[in-house]
Protein backbone atom coordinates (compact mmCIF):
# COMPACT_ATOMS: atom_id res chain seq x y z
CA UNK A 1 0.00 0.00 0.00
CA UNK A 2 1.56 3.45 -1.18
CA UNK A 3 1.32 6.54 0.85
CA UNK A 4 -2.19 7.65 0.20
CA UNK A 5 -3.98 4.59 -0.63
CA UNK A 6 -6.76 3.78 1.67
CA UNK A 7 -6.53 -0.11 2.69
CA UNK A 8 -9.45 -2.54 2.11
CA UNK A 9 -11.12 -3.80 4.88
CA UNK A 10 -9.26 -6.98 4.36
CA UNK A 11 -5.93 -5.21 5.12
CA UNK A 12 -7.27 -3.27 7.92
CA UNK A 13 -8.54 -6.84 9.54
CA UNK A 14 -5.06 -8.74 8.56
CA UNK A 15 -2.93 -5.95 9.93
CA UNK A 16 -5.25 -4.18 12.92
CA UNK A 17 -7.25 -7.17 13.96
CA UNK A 18 -5.05 -8.07 16.99
CA UNK A 19 -5.16 -4.60 18.07
CA UNK A 20 -8.49 -3.55 17.55
CA UNK A 21 -9.69 -7.34 19.40
CA UNK A 22 -6.82 -6.03 22.43
CA UNK A 23 -9.04 -2.82 22.93
CA UNK A 24 -11.90 -3.90 22.84
CA UNK A 25 -11.09 -7.01 25.33
CA UNK A 26 -9.00 -4.73 27.49
CA UNK A 27 -12.41 -2.58 27.51
CA UNK A 28 -14.87 -4.96 27.69
CA UNK A 29 -13.28 -7.83 30.01
CA UNK A 30 -14.20 -10.72 28.82
CA UNK A 31 -14.53 -12.85 25.07
CA UNK A 32 -17.96 -12.62 24.42
CA UNK A 33 -18.66 -9.16 24.78
CA UNK A 34 -15.21 -8.53 23.12
CA UNK A 35 -16.26 -10.25 20.78
CA UNK A 36 -19.54 -8.54 20.36
CA UNK A 37 -17.72 -4.89 20.54
CA UNK A 38 -15.28 -6.30 17.45
CA UNK A 39 -18.38 -7.18 15.30
CA UNK A 40 -19.50 -3.45 15.99
CA UNK A 41 -16.71 -1.85 15.08
CA UNK A 42 -15.90 -4.00 11.79
CA UNK A 43 -19.19 -2.70 10.83
CA UNK A 44 -18.47 0.84 11.70
CA UNK A 45 -14.78 0.57 10.26
CA UNK A 46 -16.30 -0.78 6.97
CA UNK A 47 -18.70 2.32 6.48
CA UNK A 48 -15.91 4.36 7.62
CA UNK A 49 -13.31 3.60 4.99
CA UNK A 50 -15.16 5.16 2.40
CA UNK A 51 -14.26 8.40 4.11
CA UNK A 52 -11.10 7.06 6.11
CA UNK A 53 -8.26 10.10 5.66
CA UNK A 54 -5.28 8.57 5.39
CA UNK A 55 -2.86 8.95 8.84
CA UNK A 56 -2.93 7.22 12.03
CA UNK A 57 -5.06 4.15 11.27
CA UNK A 58 -4.39 2.71 14.91
CA UNK A 59 -5.78 6.11 16.39
CA UNK A 60 -8.78 5.72 13.87
CA UNK A 61 -9.40 2.27 15.07
CA UNK A 62 -9.06 3.73 18.51
CA UNK A 63 -11.19 5.40 18.34
CA UNK A 64 -14.36 3.70 16.43
CA UNK A 65 -13.91 0.66 19.07
CA UNK A 66 -14.11 3.04 21.88
CA UNK A 67 -16.69 5.44 20.74
CA UNK A 68 -18.84 1.91 20.26
CA UNK A 69 -17.75 0.68 23.77
CA UNK A 70 -19.31 3.92 25.03
CA UNK A 71 -22.18 3.42 23.28
CA UNK A 72 -23.19 -0.39 24.05
CA UNK A 73 -22.86 0.92 27.46
CA UNK A 74 -25.01 3.83 27.30
CA UNK A 75 -27.17 1.75 25.74
CA UNK A 76 -26.55 -0.85 28.52
CA UNK A 77 -27.80 0.97 31.58
CA UNK A 78 -30.67 2.35 29.98
CA UNK A 79 -31.63 -1.18 28.91
CA UNK A 80 -30.92 -3.31 31.23
CA UNK A 81 -30.87 -6.72 29.48
CA UNK A 82 -31.61 -10.63 31.16
CA UNK A 83 -29.00 -13.26 29.76
CA UNK A 84 -31.09 -15.67 27.95
CA UNK A 85 -30.04 -19.08 29.73
CA UNK A 86 -29.27 -20.91 26.38
CA UNK A 87 -26.22 -19.33 24.28
CA UNK A 88 -25.16 -21.84 22.10
CA UNK A 89 -23.12 -19.96 19.90
CA UNK A 90 -21.12 -18.41 22.49
CA UNK A 91 -19.85 -21.65 23.38
CA UNK A 92 -19.75 -22.62 19.86
CA UNK A 93 -17.94 -19.77 18.06
CA UNK A 94 -14.84 -19.37 18.85
CA UNK A 95 -13.88 -23.22 20.41
CA UNK A 96 -11.40 -21.80 22.08
CA UNK A 97 -11.28 -24.10 25.49
CA UNK A 98 -10.33 -23.66 28.44
CA UNK A 99 -7.01 -24.57 28.66
CA UNK A 100 -6.72 -21.83 25.52
CA UNK A 101 -8.36 -19.30 27.84
CA UNK A 102 -5.95 -20.24 30.68
CA UNK A 103 -3.40 -19.83 28.57
CA UNK A 104 -4.08 -16.13 26.66
CA UNK A 105 -5.60 -14.58 30.18
CA UNK A 106 -4.23 -16.57 33.29
CA UNK A 107 -0.84 -14.25 33.53
CA UNK A 108 -2.37 -10.68 33.44
CA UNK A 109 -5.11 -12.10 34.73
CA UNK A 110 -5.21 -9.58 37.89
CA UNK A 111 -4.64 -6.62 35.70
CA UNK A 112 -7.88 -7.36 33.88
CA UNK A 113 -9.50 -8.18 36.54
CA UNK A 114 -8.74 -4.91 38.36
CA UNK A 115 -9.29 -2.82 35.09
CA UNK A 116 -12.63 -4.41 34.72
CA UNK A 117 -13.59 -3.20 38.15
CA UNK A 118 -12.88 0.72 37.14
CA UNK A 119 -15.85 2.74 36.43
CA UNK A 120 -16.21 2.79 32.84
CA UNK A 121 -14.99 6.58 32.37
CA UNK A 122 -11.75 6.01 33.87
CA UNK A 123 -11.49 2.59 32.37
CA UNK A 124 -11.70 3.66 28.70
CA UNK A 125 -8.96 6.36 29.31
CA UNK A 126 -6.34 4.65 31.04
CA UNK A 127 -6.83 1.87 27.83
CA UNK A 128 -6.27 4.44 25.45
CA UNK A 129 -3.89 5.71 27.18
CA UNK A 130 -1.78 2.93 28.79
CA UNK A 131 -2.62 -0.30 26.15
CA UNK A 132 -3.34 2.15 22.62
CA UNK A 133 -0.67 4.90 23.45
CA UNK A 134 -2.99 7.89 22.99
CA UNK A 135 -2.36 11.30 24.16
CA UNK A 136 -4.06 13.20 26.21
CA UNK A 137 -5.36 15.73 23.70
CA UNK A 138 -6.22 12.68 21.15
CA UNK A 139 -8.21 10.80 24.63
CA UNK A 140 -10.06 14.65 24.95
CA UNK A 141 -11.27 15.10 21.14
CA UNK A 142 -12.04 11.55 20.73
CA UNK A 143 -14.39 11.36 24.01
CA UNK A 144 -15.33 15.23 23.54
CA UNK A 145 -14.14 16.13 27.14
CA UNK A 146 -11.59 18.36 28.74
CA UNK A 147 -7.59 17.35 28.77
CA UNK A 148 -8.07 18.07 32.40
CA UNK A 149 -11.01 15.40 32.80
CA UNK A 150 -8.42 13.26 30.53
CA UNK A 151 -5.89 13.50 33.34
CA UNK A 152 -7.61 13.08 36.66
CA UNK A 153 -9.28 10.57 35.21
CA UNK A 154 -6.19 8.41 34.19
CA UNK A 155 -4.37 9.25 37.57
CA UNK A 156 -7.20 8.52 39.02
CA UNK A 157 -7.69 4.90 37.12
CA UNK A 158 -4.49 4.26 37.94
CA UNK A 159 -4.41 4.85 41.77
CA UNK A 160 -7.44 2.76 41.85
CA UNK A 161 -5.66 -0.07 39.88
CA UNK A 162 -2.82 0.68 42.36
CA UNK A 163 -4.88 -0.23 45.47
CA UNK A 164 -7.09 -3.22 43.81
CA UNK A 165 -3.42 -4.81 42.77
CA UNK A 166 -1.48 -4.22 45.99
CA UNK A 167 -2.31 -7.42 47.40
CA UNK A 168 -1.14 -9.44 44.39
CA UNK A 169 1.86 -7.37 43.01
CA UNK A 170 3.03 -5.69 46.81
CA UNK A 171 5.82 -4.72 45.18
CA UNK A 172 4.29 -2.45 42.77
CA UNK A 173 1.47 -1.66 45.28
CA UNK A 174 0.91 0.73 47.38
CA UNK A 175 4.61 1.64 49.10
CA UNK B 1 -1.86 18.23 46.44
CA UNK B 2 -2.75 18.05 42.44
CA UNK B 3 -1.80 14.21 42.71
CA UNK B 4 -2.83 13.58 38.64
CA UNK B 5 0.39 15.75 37.49
CA UNK B 6 2.33 12.64 38.72
CA UNK B 7 0.39 10.95 35.76
CA UNK B 8 0.97 13.38 33.50
CA UNK B 9 4.36 13.71 34.42
CA UNK B 10 4.93 10.17 33.54
CA UNK B 11 2.97 10.28 30.04
CA UNK B 12 5.01 13.54 29.43
CA UNK B 13 2.06 15.65 29.27
CA UNK B 14 3.40 18.52 31.78
CA UNK B 15 4.50 21.98 30.12
CA UNK B 16 8.47 22.44 30.86
CA UNK B 17 7.46 25.23 33.85
CA UNK B 18 5.27 22.38 35.38
CA UNK B 19 7.69 19.48 35.14
CA UNK B 20 10.65 21.42 36.84
CA UNK B 21 8.24 22.65 39.60
CA UNK B 22 6.96 19.13 39.99
CA UNK B 23 10.67 17.91 40.12
CA UNK B 24 11.68 20.52 42.67
CA UNK B 25 8.82 19.04 44.75
CA UNK B 26 9.79 15.23 44.18
CA UNK B 27 13.68 16.34 45.16
CA UNK B 28 11.89 17.84 48.39
CA UNK B 29 9.01 15.04 49.64
CA UNK B 30 10.43 11.31 49.20
CA UNK B 31 6.62 10.40 50.28
CA UNK B 32 5.70 11.99 47.21
CA UNK B 33 8.76 10.35 45.26
CA UNK B 34 7.63 6.92 46.45
CA UNK B 35 3.62 8.27 44.53
CA UNK B 36 5.41 8.84 41.55
CA UNK B 37 7.29 5.60 41.39
CA UNK B 38 4.33 3.41 41.94
CA UNK B 39 2.56 4.82 39.60
CA UNK B 40 5.05 3.77 36.94
CA UNK B 41 4.82 0.58 38.35
CA UNK B 42 1.71 0.42 37.47
CA UNK B 43 1.34 2.28 34.59
CA UNK B 44 4.46 -0.43 33.33
CA UNK B 45 2.35 -3.28 34.47
CA UNK B 46 -0.49 -1.57 32.02
CA UNK B 47 1.76 -1.10 29.26
CA UNK B 48 3.13 -4.63 29.27
CA UNK B 49 -0.51 -6.18 29.26
CA UNK B 50 -0.17 -8.50 26.17
CA UNK B 51 -2.12 -8.88 23.08
CA UNK B 52 -4.98 -10.72 22.78
CA UNK B 53 -5.65 -13.18 20.21
CA UNK B 54 -8.83 -12.65 18.57
CA UNK B 55 -11.58 -15.28 18.81
CA UNK B 56 -10.69 -17.76 15.58
CA UNK B 57 -12.75 -16.64 12.54
CA UNK B 58 -14.18 -13.58 13.79
CA UNK B 59 -12.47 -11.48 11.02
CA UNK B 60 -13.15 -14.17 8.24
CA UNK B 61 -16.94 -12.74 7.36
CA UNK B 62 -18.04 -10.81 9.47
CA UNK B 63 -19.98 -8.24 6.69
CA UNK B 64 -21.96 -9.24 3.57
CA UNK B 65 -19.63 -7.70 1.25
CA UNK B 66 -21.29 -4.89 -0.60
CA UNK B 67 -24.26 -5.06 1.02
CA UNK B 68 -26.21 -3.26 3.80
CA UNK B 69 -26.83 -6.60 5.50
CA UNK B 70 -24.58 -7.17 8.37
CA UNK B 71 -24.12 -10.11 10.67
CA UNK B 72 -24.90 -7.77 13.44
CA UNK B 73 -23.04 -9.39 16.94
CA UNK B 74 -23.88 -12.07 19.56
CA UNK B 75 -25.88 -10.07 21.69
CA UNK B 76 -28.32 -8.60 19.13
CA UNK B 77 -28.86 -11.66 17.87
CA UNK B 78 -29.36 -13.58 21.37
CA UNK B 79 -31.83 -10.40 21.89
CA UNK B 80 -33.84 -11.31 18.87
CA UNK B 81 -34.47 -14.67 19.38
CA UNK B 82 -38.12 -14.12 17.95
CA UNK B 83 -36.59 -13.26 14.67
CA UNK B 84 -35.41 -16.98 14.27
CA UNK B 85 -38.61 -17.90 15.44
CA UNK B 86 -40.87 -15.59 12.99
CA UNK B 87 -38.19 -15.51 10.20
CA UNK B 88 -39.86 -16.43 6.97
CA UNK B 89 -43.04 -14.09 8.46
CA UNK B 90 -40.37 -10.82 9.21
CA UNK B 91 -37.74 -11.56 7.23
CA UNK B 92 -38.26 -9.06 4.68
CA UNK B 93 -38.60 -6.35 7.46
CA UNK B 94 -35.50 -7.51 8.79
CA UNK B 95 -33.70 -6.64 5.54
CA UNK B 96 -35.81 -3.17 5.70
CA UNK B 97 -34.32 -2.52 9.22
CA UNK B 98 -30.77 -3.57 8.09
CA UNK B 99 -30.56 -0.60 5.44
CA UNK B 100 -32.19 1.48 8.00
CA UNK B 101 -29.79 0.85 10.67
CA UNK B 102 -26.89 1.04 7.90
CA UNK B 103 -27.49 4.64 7.80
CA UNK B 104 -25.89 5.37 11.00
CA UNK B 105 -22.35 6.43 11.24
CA UNK B 106 -21.76 5.25 14.47
CA UNK B 107 -20.59 8.57 15.69
CA UNK B 108 -21.65 9.49 19.07
CA UNK B 109 -25.21 9.45 19.57
CA UNK B 110 -27.47 12.73 20.04
CA UNK B 111 -30.07 13.53 21.79
CA UNK B 112 -33.58 13.31 19.65
CA UNK B 113 -37.12 14.78 20.14
CA UNK B 114 -38.87 13.40 17.08
CA UNK B 115 -41.26 15.48 15.04
CA UNK B 116 -44.38 13.85 16.51
CA UNK B 117 -46.88 15.85 15.11
CA UNK B 118 -45.49 15.79 11.57
CA UNK B 119 -45.09 12.40 11.58
CA UNK B 120 -49.15 11.77 12.88
CA UNK B 121 -49.83 14.28 10.02
CA UNK B 122 -47.99 12.17 7.35
CA UNK B 123 -49.39 8.98 8.55
CA UNK B 124 -53.19 10.08 9.28
CA UNK B 125 -53.04 11.93 5.50
CA UNK B 126 -50.97 9.01 3.98
CA UNK B 127 -48.29 11.68 2.89
CA UNK B 128 -46.00 10.69 0.37
CA UNK B 129 -43.72 12.75 -0.73
CA UNK B 130 -44.57 15.88 1.11
CA UNK B 131 -42.66 17.94 4.25
CA UNK B 132 -39.35 17.29 2.14
CA UNK B 133 -40.09 13.21 2.14
CA UNK B 134 -39.29 11.47 -0.45
CA UNK B 135 -39.91 7.64 -1.85
CA UNK B 136 -37.17 5.29 -0.60
CA UNK B 137 -36.27 3.56 -4.22
CA UNK B 138 -36.41 0.65 -4.91
CA UNK B 139 -38.75 0.05 -2.43
CA UNK B 140 -37.43 -3.68 -0.55
CA UNK B 141 -39.99 -6.57 -1.31
CA UNK B 142 -42.30 -7.51 1.14
CA UNK B 143 -43.19 -11.26 0.52
CA UNK B 144 -44.98 -11.65 4.05
CA UNK B 145 -46.59 -15.11 4.01
CA UNK B 146 -50.87 -15.33 3.63
CA UNK B 147 -51.40 -15.86 7.57
CA UNK B 148 -48.73 -13.11 8.66
CA UNK B 149 -51.35 -10.57 9.58
CA UNK B 150 -52.43 -13.14 11.97
CA UNK B 151 -49.26 -12.34 14.40
CA UNK B 152 -49.60 -8.77 14.22
CA UNK B 153 -46.95 -8.05 11.60
CA UNK B 154 -48.13 -6.66 7.97
CA UNK B 155 -46.59 -5.65 4.80
CA UNK B 156 -44.92 -2.52 4.12
CA UNK B 157 -46.22 -0.38 1.66
CA UNK B 158 -44.22 2.26 1.37
CA UNK B 159 -40.94 3.48 2.57
CA UNK B 160 -39.62 7.14 2.28
CA UNK B 161 -36.73 9.05 3.83
CA UNK B 162 -35.83 13.21 4.43
CA UNK B 163 -32.37 13.63 5.55
CA UNK B 164 -31.47 10.55 8.12
CA UNK B 165 -35.20 9.93 8.82
CA UNK B 166 -36.90 6.71 7.71
CA UNK B 167 -40.64 6.36 7.15
CA UNK B 168 -41.90 2.95 6.68
CA UNK B 169 -45.74 2.65 5.96
CA UNK B 170 -47.02 -0.89 7.02
CA UNK B 171 -50.67 -1.79 5.56
CA UNK B 172 -53.07 -4.59 5.47
CA UNK B 173 -56.75 -3.73 4.97
CA UNK B 174 -58.10 -0.42 6.31
CA UNK B 175 -55.06 -0.60 8.50
CA UNK B 176 -51.92 1.38 8.06
CA UNK B 177 -49.24 1.56 10.71
CA UNK B 178 -46.30 3.96 10.44
CA UNK B 179 -42.64 3.67 11.54
CA UNK B 180 -40.43 6.54 11.56
CA UNK B 181 -36.65 6.03 12.52
CA UNK B 182 -33.42 8.51 13.05
CA UNK B 183 -30.80 7.69 14.81
CA UNK B 184 -29.93 8.93 17.80
CA UNK B 185 -31.48 8.63 21.25
CA UNK B 186 -34.84 9.76 22.62
CA UNK B 187 -34.94 12.45 24.66
CA UNK B 188 -37.24 11.26 27.22
CA UNK B 189 -37.30 14.78 29.38
CA UNK B 190 -39.07 16.51 26.23
CA UNK B 191 -40.87 13.87 25.07
CA UNK B 192 -42.43 13.89 28.73
CA UNK B 193 -42.97 17.25 28.89
CA UNK B 194 -45.56 17.53 25.87
CA UNK B 195 -48.23 14.82 27.69
CA UNK B 196 -47.97 10.88 27.64
CA UNK B 197 -46.80 8.53 29.92
CA UNK B 198 -43.47 6.61 30.06
CA UNK B 199 -44.51 2.59 29.80
CA UNK B 200 -42.90 -0.36 28.86
CA UNK B 201 -43.30 -1.98 25.33
CA UNK B 202 -41.32 -5.26 24.65
CA UNK B 203 -39.84 -4.89 28.07
CA UNK B 204 -38.09 -1.76 27.40
CA UNK B 205 -38.83 1.96 27.85
CA UNK B 206 -41.80 3.44 25.61
CA UNK B 207 -43.02 6.45 25.60
CA UNK B 208 -47.08 6.24 24.72
CA UNK B 209 -49.12 9.17 23.63
CA UNK B 210 -52.49 9.75 22.31
CA UNK B 211 -53.33 12.78 20.47
CA UNK B 212 -57.22 14.57 20.39
CA UNK B 213 -58.08 12.53 17.30
CA UNK B 214 -57.11 9.24 19.14
CA UNK B 215 -54.08 8.45 16.94
CA UNK B 216 -51.50 6.36 19.25
CA UNK B 217 -48.11 7.38 19.26
CA UNK B 218 -45.55 5.12 20.62
CA UNK B 219 -41.65 6.05 20.86
CA UNK B 220 -38.89 3.58 21.77
CA UNK B 221 -35.32 3.02 21.24
CA UNK B 222 -33.57 0.43 18.94
CA UNK B 223 -29.73 0.18 18.42
CA UNK B 224 -29.11 4.00 18.49
CA UNK B 225 -32.09 4.70 16.83
CA UNK B 226 -35.24 6.63 18.03
CA UNK B 227 -38.75 5.09 16.57
CA UNK B 228 -42.20 6.33 16.44
CA UNK B 229 -44.89 4.48 15.67
CA UNK B 230 -47.97 5.91 14.67
CA UNK B 231 -50.93 4.29 14.07
CA UNK B 232 -54.93 3.67 14.92
CA UNK B 233 -55.60 2.37 18.67
CA UNK B 234 -56.91 -0.99 17.21
CA UNK B 235 -52.91 -1.34 15.95
CA UNK B 236 -51.47 -1.50 19.54
CA UNK B 237 -51.14 -5.40 19.35
CA UNK B 238 -49.49 -5.10 15.77
CA UNK B 239 -47.32 -2.10 17.31
CA UNK B 240 -46.24 -4.34 20.39
CA UNK B 241 -45.28 -7.13 17.46
CA UNK B 242 -43.08 -4.90 15.42
CA UNK B 243 -41.26 -3.58 19.25
CA UNK B 244 -40.29 -7.14 20.01
CA UNK B 245 -39.18 -8.12 16.52
CA UNK B 246 -37.07 -4.86 15.84
Known amino acids: MTSGDVPSWEAVAHEHGRFIYTVAYRLSGNRADADDLVQEVMVRVQRGLATYTPGSMQGWLARITTNAFYDETRRRKRRPTIPLPDEPDRVIAGSLGADYEHAQTNLPEHVQTALLALPDDRRAVVVMCDVVGMTYDEIAATLDIAVGTVRSRIHRGRTQLRTALAADYPERGDK | ?246
Open chain 2, 1 to 246: MNNDRLSAYLDGELTDDERRQLETELDADPQFAAELEATASIRTMLRDLPMVEPTPGIFDLPIAQNSNVVNLGAARKRRRTKWAATAAGVASMAAVWMLILGVFSGTSLSRVLPAVDQYVDRHAAAQEIADGFEIMEPMPKTDMPADAANDGTMPMTAAFHKDDVMHLRYGAGDHSLSVYSEPGEADWDALGERGGEMDTMANEPAWHYVTTDGIDVVVIERDDHVITMVAAPEMHEAMETMAADL
